[in-house]
C-alpha cells in the first residue's frame, strides 16, 4: 500500500514541476531530486510490503517513507491551496501577475522551505534504506520478481473441518476424472482462500478409485514464489517413487529445458494425474502445461486456485470442467463449528444466539469457523458474557491468537499479492458498514476521485476502474451480490474476515479512520474518515486536517448536519464528500468552499435545490442527486468543465400499478453543450427548448445520455446530436406522453458502442438503424404500440441478451422462428393486449433462460414450442383463478406459498412480498398440469421453476411450481404478511 501512495505523490509532484516549474525557482532540483530517490523507494517497497510484518526495522522504514510522502502531498496540496486563494480559476492563465503578488512570494517562500526540510528527510531515509538492503539482501536478482515473495503456510487449518460439506464436490470432481474422456483433461477448482480446495482435492487424490484409475499420481504446489527447476525436480522424483526405483543420475544438474523432456518422456504412454495446487498466475500455468503430454490414455491436471482467470486459462478446452467451491451452507457450518467447539452437534442454550451471530461473521468460510472454534474453545461455556466479549471483538484483538492469526496469515495472501493499484482499491472496501451491497458505479467514481485509478490509452479512467474491479473479483477478494442479465456487475462485498483484515491494514498504515464512537480521535495523519450511523453522538467529531475523503453512512432520523464535521477550515484539501442515504434537508453550504473536491455525493437524501455557488467547485467531476428533490439546477453549473457524472433524477410509483414508475428529471441550462468533460447525463428534460437537444452533440465524451419529456419535433434535432456522439453506450429516451411519438428516423450514424437502448413511448415503425447494434445487450420498449411483429425485426441482433416489450405489439401472435434470438437470455412480454398465441419454432431462443408473461388477456395456452427451449429456467404468470390452480394437484388444492394475501390490491400484494406480478388470462394454468386438464402439461414439465399468482376472492395467492415443492418460498423467503 505505501507503494501505491509514494507513486501517488511522484504523479503530483511530477505534475506540479512541470505546470509550475517558474513558481518552484530556487527549488526544482530539490524536488526533482525528492522525486527521483522516491522512485527508487518503489523497487524496494514492492518487496517489503509483506515482509514489514516480521521485520520491525523494516517496518519503521516503511513507515518514515509512508511519512514522507504523506507530508510531500500535503506540502503540494497546501501550495496548490495557497496560490489559488482569491483567484479561482484564473490562476492557471495568469501566472505572470500571481507571481509578482505578495501571496504568491510567500507561497514560494512557503514550499521552499519544505521542500528542503524534506529533501534532508529523503536523505536520512535514503541512506537507512541503502544500509537496510545491504544488510538484508533484499534487492538480490533473484527476489526481483513481481510476485509476492513467499509467505509460510501455517498449518492447514481446512484440514480440520474433517470434511464438513466435502462430499458431495468430493464424488462430483471423482465422477469427472474416472468418467473423463480419452483425451487429457483440465479441471480448476476455483474460490477464495479458505473455502478448503486443497482439503476437497486432497481426498480426491486420495481416494481409492481415483487410486486404482491412475497409477501414476503427482502432488505439486505453486506457491507465488516458487523455483520451476525445484518443482519440475520434485516430479521426477515422485514419479520414480511410484516403480521405486532411484533417480536417474544426472537429473539434479540438468537445465529446467532437460527436466520437462524427462517428464514428458517418462509420461508418454502412462495414465497419470497431476495436481497443481494453490496455482496463482496464468504464467505458472503456462510454465508446467507443456510438460504434461496429451497422451490419449485419460490422463488429467487437476489445478486449485484462487482466481478465476487461472481456472478459466487453464481450461480454456474444457469450460464445463471448473468447479467454483462455494462456502458452506448453515447447516453445514453449524455442524463444523458444533463439532469443533463442542466436539459434538449440541450447543448449549444459553449460547446458541450468541454462537449463531458468532458463526454469521464466518459466512461459510471453513477456514474462518475453525480460526473463530479455536478461539470459542478455550472461553468459560457458563459464562455467556465471554462469549459476548468475543463477538464484540472479532475485528481487534483476536490476532492475538494463533488460530486466528493463521487464519489471517492465509487470507492476506491475496492481499499481498496485489499491484499497489489494486490494495489502495481493496482498501477501500473497509470504508463501508459490513454488510451492505456496494453499487459498481459509486465505487468506480470514488476510486477515480480518490486517484487510485487513472486513464490509459484507447480507455477511460472508467473503464480501467471497472478492470480493477473485475480482478479483484477473479481473484476471488470481492463477490457479486447481484449482476445484470447481460453479465454487468450491479453490487458487490468482501467477506466479514477479509474486511476486519483490511480495516486493521487500513489503520495501521493511516489509510481510513472508522468513526463509530463518541469523541473519537485518531491520527492527524488520517487521509480518509468513514462515519457510521451507530455513532451515538456527533456533537464533538474530530476533523484531521490532512483528510481527504469523507465518508457518512447514516440512516438515523436525527442528522447533526454538515457544519459538525465539515470545517473550512480544517477540511479544505477534501475531494471526496459522499452522505448519500443521510436525511440532509438542505444544500449545505460549507461545500462551495471545498475547492479541491471531486466527487459529491447527495444521493437518496432531501435536499431540493443547488445554489449557485456550487460554480466554485471547478475540480469537481461527478455530482450525484440521484434520489434527491433537485428539480432545476442553476446556469452556473455550467462553469464545472471537469464534470464527468451528472445525475439528477428519481422514481416514483404509480398509485395505482406498483410496476409504473414514474421518472422525474431536470430542467438543464439552455447551453448544457459547455459540460465538454460530461460522460454520464441522466435525466434532463427535453421540453425546454428545441435547441437543448442540439446542444447535446457537443458533449462527445457522453457515455449514458437519459432523456425525459421527448416530443415528436425534437427528434431530427436530437438524431443530429446522437450521430456526433460517437462514444455512447447507454441510450433512454421517453415521451412527453404514451401517445406522444418518439421520431427517431432522421439518425444516419448510430453510435457503434451502443450496448443498452429504451425507448418509451409511440414508434410509427422501428427505425432501421436498430440493425446496426452489433454491441447492443439490452432492448427495453416501452407504449410503441406497433401493428407489425417486431421479432422479426429484431431477432438477428447478434448480441442481444435482455429483451423487454410493454405495451409494443397490437398483432395477434407472436413468432419466434428459427435460429433467431441466439443469445437472448432474459425476454419479457408485458400487456400485448391482442395477443393470443405465441409459437416457438425449433432451434429459436436458445439461451433463453427466462420467459416473463404479464398482461396478455387473451393468450389461451402456453407458448407452443416452450419445450425446446433447453436453458428455460423460469417461466413467470400472473393472476390465474383459484378454480382453475386447484386442479394442478391431485388432491385438488393449490400449491402455495403457505399464505393468502387479505389486501385486495396487486400494488398491496408487490410491497408485501417484493416480486415483480405476471398477469395472464383466467383459464390458462389448469392447462399446465395432468391432473386438471394437462393439455400443456408436456410444454413446461422440464422447465426447473413456474411461478403463477392469481385471485381468489378478491385475495391475492400464490401457487409454484407443482413438481418442485422443494422450492416453495425461494424467491422470498423474508416477507412478513
Not at 479441471?187 to 480446495?197: F, P, T, W
Not at 402439461?937 to 392469481?950: A, D, G, Q
Request: contains cysteine; hydrophobic residues 40%.
Amino acid at each position: 500500500m505505501t507503494e501505491g501512495l509514494v507513486t501517488f505523490a511522484l504523479i503530483k509532484l511530477a505534475d506540479i514541476i512541470q505546470e509550475q516549474e517558474r513558481l518552484l525557482t530556487g527549488v526544482k532540483a530539490e524536488a526533482e531530486y525528492i522525486r527521483d530517490e522516491l522512485e527508487f523507494m518503489l523497487v524496494f517497497l514492492r518487496a517489503a510490503d509483506a515482509m514489514e510484518e516480521k521485520d520491525d526495522g523494516l517496518k519503521v522504514l516503511v513507515q518514515k517513507v509512508r511519512d514522507v510522502a504523506f507530508d510531500m502531498e500535503d506540502t503540494l496540496d497546501h501550495f496548490r491551496l495557497r496560490l489559488t486563494h482569491d483567484h479561482g480559476d484564473k490562476f492557471c492563465s495568469s501566472v505572470q501577475t500571481i507571481s509578482n503578488s505578495i501571496i504568491t512570494l510567500k507561497a514560494r517562500h512557503q514550499i521552499a522551505s519544505k521542500i528542503q526540510a524534506l529533501k534532508s528527510r529523503v536523505i536520512n531515509i535514503s541512506e537507512a534504506h541503502r544500509r537496510y538492503l545491504i544488510r538484508n539482501s533484499i534487492m538480490e536478482p533473484s527476489s526481483s520478481s513481481t510476485h509476492t515473495p513467499r509467505v509460510a503456510r501455517p498449518g492447514n487449518m481446512v484440514e480440520e473441518a474433517n470434511i464438513v460439506g466435502i462430499e458431495k464436490p468430493k464424488k462430483h470432481l471423482i465422477g469427472w476424472l474416472v468418467r473423463g474422456r480419452s483425451e487429457r483433461e483440465v479441471i480448476s477448482v476455483v474460490g477464495m482462500g479458505g473455502l478448503g480446495k486443497n482439503t476437497l482435492v486432497r481426498k480426491v487424490y486420495h481416494d481409492a478409485d481415483v487410486k486404482k484409475h491412475f497409477q501414476f499420481r503427482v502432488w505439486i504446489t505453486l506457491s507465488p514464489s516458487f523455483k520451476e527447476e525445484d518443482l519440475l525436480k520434485d516430479i521426477i522424483q515422485q514419479l520414480f517413487r511410484v516403480l521405486q526405483k532411484t533417480v536417474p543420475q544426472g537429473v539434479d544438474n540438468m537445465d529446467r529445458d532437460k527436466l520437462k523432456t524427462v517428464i514428458n518422456e517418462f509420461l508418454q504412454q502412462k495414465r497419470y494425474l497431476i495436481v497443481l495446487d494453490d496455482v496463482w498466475h496464468t504464467d505458472a500455468w503456462d510454465a508446467f502445461e507443456p510438460v504434461f503430454p496429451n497422451n490419449s490414455r485419460g490422463s488429467h491436471i487437476l489445478l486449485t486456485t484462487r482466481k478465476t482467470e487461472v481456472a478459466l486459462t487453464a481450461c480454456i478446452e474444457f469450460p464445463d470442467k471448473v468447479y467454483n467451491l462455494d462456502p458452506l451452507s448453515p447447516e453445514e457450518s453449524w455442524t463444523l463449528f458444533c463439532k469443533k467447539v463442542f466436539q459434538n452437534n449440541n450447543c448449549p442454550p444459553h449460547l446458541k444466539n450468541v454462537a449463531e451471530r458468532i458463526l454469521g461473521r464466518c459466512e461459510g468460510l471453513p477456514l474462518a469457523i475453525v480460526a473463530m472454534s479455536g478461539v470459542l474453545a478455550t472461553r468459560d461455556r457458563s459464562k455467556i458474557d465471554e462469549w459476548e466479549m468475543v463477538y464484540r471483538s472479532l475485528g481487534a484483538g483476536l490476532e492475538d491468537n494463533n488460530r486466528m492469526r493463521n487464519a489471517l496469515t492465509i487470507l492476506s495472501l491475496s492481499y499481498y499479492d496485489l499491484p499497489y493499484y489494486l490494495k489502495s482499491c481493496l482498501l477501500y472496501f473497509s470504508m463501508f458498514p459490513e454488510g451492505i451491497p456496494i453499487q459498481r458505479m459509486r465505487l468506480i467514481r470514488l476510486w477515480i476521485a480518490e486517484g487510485f485509478v487513472k486513464g490509459r490509452e484507447g480507455m477511460t479512467s472508467e473503464e480501467v476502474a471497472e478492470d480493477f474491479l473485475n480482478e479483484l473479483i477473479k481473484r476471488s477478494l470481492v463477490q457479486v451480490v447481484e449482476a445484470t442479465s447481460y453479465g454487468q456487475v450491479k453490487t458487490c462485498r468482501i467477506h466479514d474476515l477479509l474486511r476486519e483484515i483490511l480495516i486493521t491494514k487500513a489503520k495501521e498504515q493511516d489509510f481510513v479512520a472508522i468513526a463509530k464512537e463518541q469523541n473519537m480521535i485518531w491520527s492527524e495523519k488520517v487521509r480518509r474518515v468513514s462515519i457510521h450511523n451507530d455513532m451515538p453522538s456527533m456533537r464533538r467529531i474530530h476533523v484531521a486536517s490532512r483528510l481527504r475523503s469523507l465518508l457518512v453512512f447514516w440512516g438515523k432520523d436525527y442528522f447533526p448536519g454538515p457544519p459538525k464535521f465539515i470545517s473550512p477550515s480544517r477540511s479544505r484539501l477534501l475531494t471526496v464528500l459522499d452522505m448519500e442515504g443521510t436525511p440532509l434537508k438542505e444544500f449545505p453550504n460549507e461545500v462551495v468552499s471545498l475547492i479541491f473536491l471531486k466527487y459529491l455525493s447527495l444521493r437518496n437524501t432531501k435536499v431540493n435545490s443547488v445554489p449557485s455557488s456550487i460554480s466554485k467547485l471547478q475540480n469537481l467531476e461527478s455530482l450525484d442527486l440521484k434520489h434527491a428533490q433537485v428539480t432545476e439546477l442553476p446556469v452556473d453549473i455550467l462553469k464545472l468543465q471537469k464534470l464527468r457524472h451528472l445525475l439528477v433524477y428519481r422514481y416514483e410509483t404509480h398509485e395505482s400499478d406498483d410496476q409504473i414508475r414514474n421518472k422525474h428529471g431536470f430542467k438543464a441550462p439552455a447551453q448544457i453543450g459547455n459540460l465538454l468533460s460530461v460522460q454520464k447525463l441522466c435525466f434532463l428534460e427535453a421540453d425546454q427548448g428545441q435547441k437543448l437537444m442540439s446542444e447535446l452533440g457537443r458533449l462527445i465524451h457522453l457515455r449514458r445520455l437519459g432523456i425525459l419529456k421527448f416530443r415528436k419535433e425534437d427528434g431530427r434535432d436530437l438524431c443530429s446530436s446522437i450521430d456526433m456522439l460517437t462514444n455512447l453506450r447507454a441510450l433512454s429516451v421517453t415521451s412527453i406522453t404514451e401517445s406522444e411519438v418518439i421520431d427517431l428516423e432522421y439518425l444516419s450514424s448510430p453510435p457503434q458502442f451502443l450496448q443498452r437502448l429504451y425507448l418509451t413511448g409511440r414508434l410509427e415503425r422501428l427505425p432501421d438503424w436498430i440493425l446496426s447494434l452489433d454491441s447492443l445487450v439490452k432492448l427495453v420498449l416501452k407504449w410503441s404500440r406497433l401493428r407489425e411483429d417486431p421479432l422479426l425485426f429484431l431477432q438477428n441482433l447478434p448480441n442481444l441478451v435482455h429483451l423487454e416489450f410493454t405495451q409494443v405489439y397490437s398483432g395477434e401472435a407472436l413468432h419466434f422462428s428459427n435460429e433467431g434470438f441466439e443469445k437472448l437470455k432474459v425476454l419479457g412480454l408485458n400487456k400485448l393486449e391482442r395477443l393470443e398465441s405465441i409459437t416457438v419454432q425449433k432451434g429459436a431462443l436458445p439461451s433463453l433462460q427466462k420467459l416473463v408473461v404479464q398482461g396478455c388477456k387473451l393468450l389461451q395456452k402456453v407458448p407452443s414450442g416452450i419445450k425446446h427451449l433447453a436453458k428455460l429456467k423460469t417461466l413467470d404468470f400472473f393472476d390465474m383463478p383459484y378454480d382453475f390452480v386447484k386442479r394442478l394437484r391431485p388432491d385438488g388444492t393449490a400449491q402455495r406459498a403457505g399464505r393468502t394475501f387479505l389486501q385486495k390490491s396487486v400494488v398491496q400484494f408487490i410491497k408485501i412480498v417484493q416480486i415483480l406480478p405476471f398477469d395472464a388470462p383466467n383459464d390458462f394454468i389448469r392447462r399446465l398440469h395432468p391432473d386438471g386438464d394437462g393439455e400443456d402439461y408436456h410444454e413446461v414439465r422440464n422447465v426447473p421453476e413456474i411461478y403463477c399468482t392469481y385471485q381468489k376472492n378478491g385475495n391475492w395467492e400464490i401457487y409454484y411450481n407443482y413438481a418442485r415443492p422443494d422450492i416453495l418460498l425461494k424467491r422470498q423467503p423474508d416477507w412478513k404478511p
